[in-house]
């Protein structure tokens, strides 16, 4: 072999020893920018993201991110407000979003949960269906946007709290409340006369974190996508549903962007 047979030999080994040194330190580097704690904030939700840190909701988040080395801080705020903390980079996700629900925001392959959607009314109307929808005056809590998921929404107005749902639908200010089935339940649980509603299921929407659109979040992201195509294979989220009583969200072959639930 020649001399320039010789430099050229020498310059591939080189070139491989950089390379590997290269990704060596990218791996590095990786490692030790992961966070060690994760600011996930959320409205309050019963039995789903109390503001003591307990809850469905606030379990899987800890499932999810505290075996990687990721601890959880839980934070109650109203939803408007949660979605612009991470907007604003004051958070690093909020729990509850639905998929590209907002501008300037990560977004994950997974969802986590899903949102069984119903709409509460009064026993002595019609009961609604996805197709009737557009002939209801509809309400539901401000920030929601259900507009953009149920079909045929036509007439609706948003609400500051659910405090006095009830009594909007006994005075026929709107039709029909639409919420997520835990709310519901608790809001006609407050009746005396819980006969005189119904309860009608409509649609599940699935349930995303929605991330801080930095290097933080991205990274968040990232280690959330992991670990719950880890948990979602083995199957381990199922315990934590059934602890509480609620369906499992996910089915045989389900993965990023597919649901079990019902439609």
Request: hydrophobic share 40%; glycine share 6%; no cysteine.
């Given at each position: 072999m020649g001399r320039v047979g010789l430099r050229w030999l020498l310059s591939l080994v080189l070139l491989s020893v950089g390379l590997t040194v290269a990704r060596e330190q990218a791996c590095a580097g990786a490692l030790s920018d992961k966070p060690t704690d994760i600011v996930l904030v959320s409205e309050h939700w019963n039995a789903y993201t109390e503001a003591d840190g307990s809850g469905?909701?606030?379990?899987?988040?800890?499932?999810?991110?505290?075996p990687a080395g990721i601890k959880v801080q839980a934070?109650?705020?109203?939803?408007?407000?949660a979605v612009g903390l991470v907007q604003r980079g004051e958070a690093d996700a909020w729990v509850g979003a639905y998929e590209n629900e907002v501008q300037g925001t990560l977004y994950p392959k997974w969802h986590y949960d899903n949102d069984e959607i119903y709409a509460l009314g009064l026993a002595s109307n019609p009961a609604p269906t996805l197709k009737t929808l557009g002939s209801y005056?509809?309400?539901?809590?401000?920030?929601?946007?259900?507009?953009?998921y149920l079909p045929?929404?036509?007439h609706f107005n948003e609400v500051a709290r659910r405090d006095h749902i009830l009594s909007m639908l006994d005075h026929a200010r709107a039709d029909l409340y639409i919420d997520a089935k835990p709310e519901v339940d608790f809001i006609l649980g407050q009746s005396k006369e819980p006969q005189r509603f119904r309860t009608t299921y409509l649609m599940a929407i699935p349930l995303f974190l929605s991330f801080a659109d930095n290097p933080r979040g991205r990274v968040l992201r990232d280690v959330f996508d992991q670990r719950m195509e880890q948990l979602v294979r083995s199957g381990q989220l199922r315990a934590i549903f059934a602890r509480w009583h609620q369906p499992y969200p996910f089915g045989p072959g389900d993965g990023p962007g597919k649901s079990g639930a019902r439609q």
């Open positions: 469905l909701g606030w379990d899987l988040m800890r499932e999810v991110f505290q934070r109650t705020e109203p939803y408007t407000r005056h509809l309400a539901w809590v401000r920030g929601y946007e259900f507009q953009r045929n929404v036509a």
